[in-house]
């Protein structure tokens, strides 16, 4: 059905099958699209993308990422960060994305370089898109041994990051380490986003000591778990019991095919295991699942668009989600992982929109065509090259 939307102070203010612009109006002509909530993007590493030419994963798996970016940190600068990062932002925002959520490095090697330069690029990108910040923190985080680390942390979260992350299955006591960061969260009054259980070794099962500690605590800010690759690999009843405290603690869960596709599974030459979440047993629990990149041409990923309806093709095609439901974990449910208000075009909503040269939402996740006009805080910041716009 074609409609006419309007909207005032960044909100959608009416859709009507017809609306007759006022003075000063700026009139863009869809040219017959479908459009929909705005893309979001709620887990990329915005100071590693584009290194894939220069910083080489030797053994193509999660520890060959580490390693390799951790021999590069020294020739690594401040503006170099900055740049690869912006151009990353301004290709997301050129397909559709207004809401960004970005992990950081925060490490004794390179102390808060990555923090400076994203704070920086968060503000020259203010006008196209929402960019939240992520403190990495390095490993360990708990006890005497992790002071060094949470004490980073405090410093990004001061100097301007959103959130507080970390790697807790990556740490010396997974568990220790949920705790360590569940209450330096709490401390610094942030919300906490935690890269979980990124293997495929059935043993790694912190997800759900972290959902245990969060009801336990009654911890009152919102908690993201990232990856939870080990879910996937649990028997039936493991993943039924812990999706069903993970929705009961309200843990958003953000599944990353692109990254997780490419590092999990490479000791598995048979029947390769997909490296992916249990979507289907979150899903059916009530849990919020959101998917992202992750990753973009890194060593940790060596490919990807920065386009997240290539993100909702792959979830249809790893975890058997229709169209509308893949749409909606880069849609709706990553804006809800990233706390951010529903977007759409319907009156009320955030008016952070995407329009796109597709018949339907299939259509748009097939094709993934180019030519999008896209809308932030209700006003066009990209794709306006094949479309009228005018103003009045």
């Known amino acids: 059905m074609r409609v006419d939307l309007r909207t005032e102070a960044g909100l959608v203010a009416s859709v009507a099958a017809s609306i007759l612009p006022t003075p000063g109006d700026v009139v863009v002509d869809g040219a017959g699209g479908l459009c929909f909530a705005a893309l ?8 590693k993308a584009f290194l894939a030419g220069r910083v080489v994963n030797r053994t193509g798996d999660l520890e060959g990422a580490i390693t390799a970016m951790m021999e590069a940190h020294p020739d690594i600068t401040t503006d170099d960060v900055a740049a690869r990062a912006e151009r990353a932002v301004r290709r997301m925002v050129a397909n559709g994305v207004t809401a960004i959520r970005s992990h950081v490095d925060v490490t004794a090697a390179n102390d808060l370089r990555g923090v400076e330069a994203l704070v920086e690029v968060r503000r020259r990108v203010a006008d196209l898109c929402t960019l939240q910040l992520v403190a990495l923190v390095e490993w360990p985080v708990a006890g005497p041994e992790g002071a ?3 004490a ?7 100097a301007g990051v959103d959130v507080l992350g970390g790697c807790p299955h990556l740490d010396t006591d997974a568990r220790a380490a949920n705790t360590a960061l569940l209450d330096l969260a709490a401390e610094l009054g942030v ?3 935690l890269h979980c259980d990124e293997t495929l070794d059935p043993h790694a099962q912190s997800l759900e000591h972290l959902a245990e500690e969060v009801l336990r605590r009654a911890h009152p800010r919102p908690v993201t778990a990232s990856h939870c690759v080990s879910l996937g ?3 039936d009843a493991t993943q039924e019991r812990v999706a069903a405290r993970v929705a009961e603690a309200g843990i958003g869960v953000i599944a990353l095919p692109h990254t997780n596709l490419f590092l999990q599974g490479r000791d598995h030459q048979r029947a390769m295991p997909r490296g992916l979440t249990a979507v289907r ?4 629990a009530g849990a919020t699942v959101a998917a992202g990149a992750d990753n973009l041409q890194d060593p940790f990923n060596p490919v990807g668009r920065a386009d997240p309806l290539e993100t909702a093709a792959l979830m249809v095609m790893t975890t058997h989600l ?4 893949a749409l909606a974990t880069v849609t709706a449910a990553s804006r809800t992982v990233m706390s951010l208000p529903p977007a759409g075009p319907s009156v009320g909503s955030a008016a952070d929109l995407v329009v796109v040269p597709a018949s339907d939402v299939r259509a748009a996740i097939a094709d993934q065509p180019a030519d999008r006009i896209v809308v932030h805080a209700g006003r066009v910041v990209a794709g306006t090259d094949g479309a009228t716009v005018v103003r009045r």
Do not use: F, G, Y
């Open 152 to 158: 980073r942390a405090t410093r990004a979260i001061e």
């Open 233 to 235: 690999v649990q028997d």
């Open 281 to 284: 047993a979150l899903r059916r």
């Open 40 to 47: 979001a993007e709620p887990h990329a590493h915005l100071d």
């Open 191 to 193: 919300p906490l986003d």
């Open 148 to 150: 060094a680390s949470r």
């Open 322 to 325: 229709l169209p509308d439901e």
